[in-house]
Antibody, heavy 127, light 113 residues
Framework: EVQLVQSGAEVKKPGESLKISCQGS????????IAWVRQMPGKGLEWMGI????????RYSPSFEGQVTISADKSTSTAYLQWRSLKASDTGMYYC????????????????????WGQGTLVTVSS | DVVMTQSPDSLAVSLGERATINCKSS????????????LAWYQQKPGQPPKVLTY???TRESGVPDRFSGSGSGTDFTLTISSLQAEDVAVYYC?????????FGQGTKLEIK
């Protein structure tokens, strides 16, 4: 079974650092894009960025570039989302989600609708 | 960024009736080389992560009931639930995966009337 399992909920103070994780299983981790998506309390989905674990090619939404760091360790099939200095406005649910690989014959193409999703990691930043 | 605008923001439909949700993109999502629209629909129930319903605008994900259907091309797309069931109460999102950043619509909350 293909699944993404995220690390547990975190409660932090403003200014603290944090790194949350997303471990993939049931598939070849390095060859599928992994995205991070934020959902603030009671709000919609915001695409933060995406990483290709095979070569760590990373793309960020302009809204999140410089605010977070996305990384991956293909040896442990784990993607990460990291903050150096949290703010109260970082409070929310963070999901990782896997892109899709479509193969025909010997050719494969990556497409970034997302399935499956991790269960989410709730990050609360409060003094 | 490509802006995805859904309408309405919320919708109340009677059980067994049709529900229609619209999604408009600020740029065309049709890639002419493969004639595919890079648009997906998701369903998110309370306390759960989103689940993909359709991709390529109209291809239903395996296991999704056939009462869910996607349509549209270019900049205008629709998700239709042909006969609303109680378990369809959720928030629905469209997402474009043509241009980075891969943006979502603001969501449509579907309730039972």
């Amino acid at each position: 079974e293909v699944q993404l399992v995220q690390s547990g909920a975190e409660v932090k103070k403003p200014g603290e650092s944090l790194k949350i994780s997303c471990q993939g299983s049931g598939y070849r981790f390095s060859t599928y894009w992994i995205a991070w998506v934020r959902q603030m309390p009671g709000k919609g989905l915001e695409w933060m960025g995406i990483i290709y674990p095979a070569d760590s090619d990373t793309r960020y939404s302009p809204s999140f570039e410089g605010q977070v760091t996305i990384s991956a360790d293909k040896s442990t099939s784990t993607a990460y989302l990291q903050w150096r200095s949290l703010k109260a406005s970082d409070t929310g649910m963070y999901y990782c989600a896997r892109g899709v690989l479509s193969c025909s014959g010997n050719e494969c193409y990556s497409y970034n609708w997302f399935d499956p999703w991790g269960q989410g990691t709730l990050v609360t930043v409060s003094s | 960024d490509v802006v995805m605008t859904q309408s309405p923001d919320s919708l109340a439909v009677s059980l067994g009736e049709r529900a229609t949700i619209n999604c408009k993109s600020s740029q065309s999502l049709l890639y002419t080389s493969n004639n595919k629209n890079y648009l997906a629909w998701y369903q998110q129930k309370p306390g759960q992560p989103p689940k993909v319903l359709t991709y390529w605008a109209s291809t239903r994900e395996s296991g999704v009931p056939d009462r869910f259907s996607g349509s549209g091309s270019g900049t205008d797309f629709t998700l239709t639930i042909s006969s609303l069931q109680a378990e369809d109460v959720a928030v629905y999102y469209c997402q474009q995966y043509y241009f980075t950043p891969y943006t979502f619509g603001q969501g449509t909350k579907l309730e039972i009337k």
